[in-house]
């Protein structure tokens, strides 16, 4: 193998680990990072996106709108948890752990009883290209160009625009907000299905790279949390390059030992980044600026 494929090679897995990790994370950066939800139903809600999604390709929808209508359905789903169960417990973060994993076994268990073991996929779309002597899935591209969409969508919705102005300014200052005349309870309901639509899209997304079952999430949630933690509190400008930073040691430790080293890798990352950086990379860039 020539250094121009080997590059390419390296580029390439960068990319695929990159946008695993960024459309993992972005659902959990704006449930938890913004809103200090601790949300362990988040594989949850990217397993619905995921499901919606395949049964509404078997029924005919072309792939891009039954995506579309995973997101909406999961953030239809998370919008009704919030106004069920997160609503009563913003001011009891300990409370939110036990009820979303209440919340994921019930999901879990009651996918399963409903649709069984596994539900059939959805073929991989656009076909590959070679380099080389290896091939490339096309849809990988996809998964990383939409990757890089997400994350400059949700800095519009949330600095361009008023909803987003009425979020942050909710989440940091509640009473401040009411006191204006914002409906908080609104504004945190939408927040959080933002947040569960985002997951639902990942779902959607990925529907066609995996083996659909029950407990699809738990291969992404561990991902999502260290990709988020290591952002740190400013979710916009910490998720892209804790996503970058992960996305090099997860590609190195799996291409260099496996799938098991690369996991591992993430880890051993994450407890580094936060040593050294107890406020994540956001806080760094953060503190830099100033």
């Given at each position: ?28 950066a ?10 362990l ?40 948890v ?24 019930i999901?879990t268990?009651?996918?399963?009883i ?15 290209f ?19 969409g ?54 959607g ?28 509190a ?5 998720t ?28 051993v ?22």
């Amino acid at each position: 193998m020539d250094i121009a494929t080997h590059i390419f090679s390296a580029l390439y897995q960068f990319g695929d680990a990159f946008a695993f990790l960024v459309l993992s994370a972005c659902g959990l950066a704006v449930i938890f990072g913004m809103m200090g939800v601790i949300n362990l139903a988040h594989g949850e809600f990217i397993m619905c996106g995921a499901y919606v999604t395949a049964s509404t390709a078997h029924v005919g929808l072309p792939l891009p709108l039954a995506i579309m209508a995973g997101a909406i359905v999961a953030a239809l789903v998370g919008a009704l948890v919030e106004l069920v169960v997160i609503r009563h417990l913003y001011d009891r973060p300990l409370d939110t752990i036990v009820a979303t994993w209440g919340l994921s076994l019930i999901a879990t268990q009651g996918t399963l009883i409903l649709v069984g073991s596994s539900m059939a996929g959805v073929g991989t779309p656009f076909g590959s290209f070679q380099v080389g002597e290896y091939s490339y899935s096309i849809y990988r591209l996809v998964l990383f160009a939409s990757a890089l969409g997400v994350l400059g969508g949700l800095y519009m919705l949330f600095n361009w625009t008023r909803f987003g102005v009425l979020a942050r300014a909710t989440i940091q200052v509640p009473h401040m907000a009411a006191a204006l005349g914002v409906d908080t309870r609104l504004i945190y309901s939408l927040t959080f299905a933002c947040g569960a639509g985002l997951a639902g899209l990942a779902g959607g997304l990925y529907a066609p790279t995996m083996t659909l079952v029950p407990t699809m999430g738990a291969t992404f949630i561990m991902e999502a949390f260290v990709t988020v933690v290591i952002g740190g509190a400013d979710v916009f400008l910490g998720t892209a390059p804790a996503g970058a930073v992960l996305a090099v040691v997860k590609s190195v430790m799996t291409s260099w030992q496996g799938q098991l080293f690369g996991q591992i890798g993430l880890l051993v990352a994450v407890i580094i980044v936060v040593r050294v950086l107890p406020k994540g990379i956001s806080g760094f860039l953060l503190r830099e600026r100033t």
